[in-house]
């Protein structure tokens, strides 16, 4: 056996949970900083918050470490990976002018501009009094109301009428964060159709695209109530087949990394884009510099191939040379488990049962999002407490065993969606019916 190598993820979701699962079972040792009661269990967690870059710098120097991971956007955004790099360590991820690509909505347009990447048209405004004005004049309505910077998710209006859309540029002028995070606000043409994430790993130069994905964004079943950071996702979904992901890559992938490298603003790292299926084709809703969560979740159950290899090509410049990844066949579903009051306020420390149940359940690994060890009891520690994960042979058997072991799992006032990949399920019927109808009839 050579050595195993030692390498540090930054985060605390379940993102950063599968993360740490996947790079174990590629045969690293793993350091998670700061991590959750899930990554305690299979790895070693150090109390530093995701934010802290001279205590991860720290850390990462003085346990030699020699590659880092990083999960969420804001470290990213923040300029962790140039610190790193200035200090000669070795970290997976985007600059902090290429994380610019989801840090700010201004400059992802002008990137997408650069690239001729098909996206909504947009105006920018500098003040609240400008972008009313807009909306006072504006005929064409449905609009989306953007904040420019990062907002945790609630810098996003979809505005169905001019009174919506002004509430909307009032929310935004009153809130001191988001005031703080935007400066601009960004007013869209609300586009229709199916979203889906289309996630890739690019060293700047070679592109490895990964099978698509669909999240569910909305709080509730049929995709209703409050926005939230994602309620389950599923891979891959059958919304992108294999022409359509081509096109994705070439119209949207190849482009936007391009125009990137040409702007003198390399990416390096994993370049999520969230995608809009209109009928005149995919365009970009927004673009993430890191792997989604709970996308992530779904999409490493089933890579069968090394993710560590990629990340390291991905540091070293040398994608090109890699194999591209191999997948497990079948599907994958990831179903949130949240606290009551999500994505309002909520409570924690509820004692979280059936954990091992659910997880001696075949094809199924319970990822843990938002939990701590209190007296050696695994309790809820937030909103999205469990990104419930299982592979199966067909998207309806992966659906049936994740919910099979979502009612192993309780605590008080736990909840989820019910509706996990129907839409997927219902879009594999209608192209069943659709093979079926165009079959020759038999001769008689
Ligand atoms: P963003 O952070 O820009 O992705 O926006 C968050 C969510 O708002 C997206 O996942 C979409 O559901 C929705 N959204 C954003 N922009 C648009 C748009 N132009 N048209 C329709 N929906 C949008
Ligand atoms: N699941 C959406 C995100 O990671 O941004």
């Given at each position: 056996?050579?050595?195993?190598?030692?390498?540090?993820?930054?985060?605390?979701?379940?993102?950063?949970?599968?993360?740490?699962?996947?790079?174990?079972?590629?045969?690293?040792?793993?350091?998670?900083?700061?991590?959750?009661?899930?990554?305690?269990?299979?790895?070693?967690?150090?109390?530093?918050?995701?934010?802290?870059?001279?205590?991860?710098?720290?850390?990462?120097?003085?346990?030699?470490?020699?590659?880092?991971?990083?999960?969420?956007?804001?470290?990213?955004?923040?300029?962790?990976?140039?610190e790193f790099t200035a200090?000669?360590?070795?970290?997976?991820?985007?600059?902090?002018?290429?994380?610019?690509?989801?840090?700010?909505?201004?400059?992802?347009?002008?990137?997408?501009?650069?690239?001729?990447?098909?996206?909504?048209?947009?105006?920018?405004?500098?003040?609240?009094?400008?972008?009313?004005?807009?909306?006072?004049?504006?005929?064409?309505?449905p609009v989306v109301v953007?904040?420019?910077?990062?907002?945790?998710?609630?810098?996003?209006?979809?505005?169905?009428?001019?009174?919506?859309?002004?509430?909307?540029?009032?929310?935004?002028?009153?809130?001191?964060?988001?005031?703080?995070?935007?400066?601009?606000?960004?007013?869209?043409?609300?586009?229709?159709?199916?979203?889906?994430?289309?996630?890739?790993?690019?060293?700047?130069?070679?592109?490895?695209?990964?099978?698509?994905?669909?999240?569910?964004?909305?709080?509730?079943?049929?995709?209703?109530?409050?926005?939230?950071?994602?309620?389950?996702?599923?891979?891959?979904?059958?919304?992108?087949?294999?022409?359509?992901?081509?096109?994705?890559?070439?119209?949207?992938?190849?482009?936007?990394?391009?125009?990137?490298?040409?702007?003198?603003?390399?990416?390096?790292?994993?370049?999520?884009?969230?995608?809009?299926?209109?009928?005149?084709?995919?365009?970009?809703?927004?673009?993430?510099?890191?792997?989604?969560?709970?996308?992530?979740?779904?999409?490493?159950?089933?890579?069968?191939?090394?993710?560590?290899?990629?990340?390291?090509?991905?540091?070293?410049?040398?994608?090109?040379?890699?194999?591209?990844?191999?997948?497990?066949?079948?599907?994958?579903?990831?179903?949130?488990?949240?606290?009551?009051?999500?994505?309002?306020?909520?409570?924690?420390?509820?004692?979280?049962?059936?954990?091992?149940?659910?997880?001696?359940?075949?094809?199924?690994?319970?990822?843990?999002?938002?939990?701590?060890?209190?007296?050696?009891?695994?309790?809820?520690?937030?909103?999205?407490?469990?990104?419930?994960?299982?592979?199966?042979?067909?998207?309806?058997?992966?659906?049936?065993?994740?919910?099979?072991?979502?009612?192993?799992?309780?605590?008080?006032?736990?909840?989820?969606?019910?509706?996990?990949?129907?839409?997927?399920?219902?879009?594999?019927?209608?192209?069943?019916a659709a093979e079926v109808?165009?079959?020759?009839?038999?001769?008689?």
């Amino acid at each position: 056996m050579p050595p195993s190598r030692r390498v540090l993820v930054v985060g605390s979701g379940g993102r950063e949970h599968a993360l740490v699962w996947k790079l174990i079972q590629d045969g690293a040792e793993v350091l998670v900083a700061p991590g959750n009661a899930g990554t305690a269990s299979i790895a070693e967690n150090v109390p530093i918050a995701a934010t802290d870059i001279p205590g991860l710098l720290d850390v990462a120097r003085r346990r030699g470490v020699d590659l880092t991971v990083v999960g969420p956007e804001v470290p990213l955004v923040a300029g962790i990976v140039d610190e790193f790099t200035a200090a000669g360590l070795r970290i997976f991820g985007p600059t902090k002018r290429a994380a610019q690509i989801e840090g700010s909505k201004s400059f992802c347009k002008q990137i997408l501009h650069r690239g001729d990447v098909p996206t909504a048209m947009f105006r920018e405004f500098r003040t609240p009094a400008q972008a009313r004005e807009y909306i006072e004049v504006r005929e064409d309505i449905p609009v989306v109301v953007k904040a420019d910077g990062l907002a945790a998710g609630k810098g996003v209006f979809v505005c169905d009428d001019r009174a919506a859309a002004l509430a909307a540029i009032e929310a935004l002028a009153a809130d001191p964060l988001l005031a703080a995070a935007s400066g601009n606000i960004l007013i869209e043409e609300r586009l229709d159709g199916i979203e889906v994430s289309v996630l890739a790993i690019t060293d700047g130069r070679t592109i490895v695209t990964l099978p698509p994905l669909q999240d569910h964004k909305a709080a509730h079943d049929d995709d209703a109530g409050p926005n939230t950071g994602g309620m389950g996702a599923y891979c891959p979904t059958p919304f992108v087949d294999e022409p359509l992901l081509a096109e994705i890559e070439a119209r949207i992938l190849v482009p936007t990394v391009h125009a990137m490298r040409r702007a003198k603003v390399p990416f390096q790292g994993v370049l999520y884009a969230g995608l809009m299926l209109t009928a005149q084709g995919p365009k970009v809703l927004e673009f993430n510099a890191r792997f989604g969560d709970p996308e992530c979740e779904p999409l490493l159950l089933r890579m069968e191939s090394s993710l560590l290899e990629l990340l390291d090509a991905t540091v070293d410049r040398t994608l090109e040379t890699c194999q591209p990844p191999r997948w497990r066949d079948g599907a994958a579903v990831s179903v949130v488990m949240a606290s009551e009051g999500y994505p309002g306020p909520v409570s924690k420390g509820q004692p979280i049962r059936g954990l091992e149940a659910a997880g001696r359940l075949p094809n199924v690994q319970v990822f843990h999002a938002a939990t701590r060890l209190a007296d050696g009891a695994v309790v809820a520690d937030g909103g999205r407490v469990l990104a419930v994960t299982a592979l199966g042979s067909s998207l309806a058997r992966a659906k049936l065993q994740a919910y099979t072991a979502v009612k192993e799992i309780r605590w008080a006032g736990a909840w989820c969606r019910k509706d996990i990949s129907d839409k997927g399920l219902r879009r594999e019927r209608e192209l069943l019916a659709a093979e079926v109808a165009s079959e020759e009839p038999a001769a008689s």
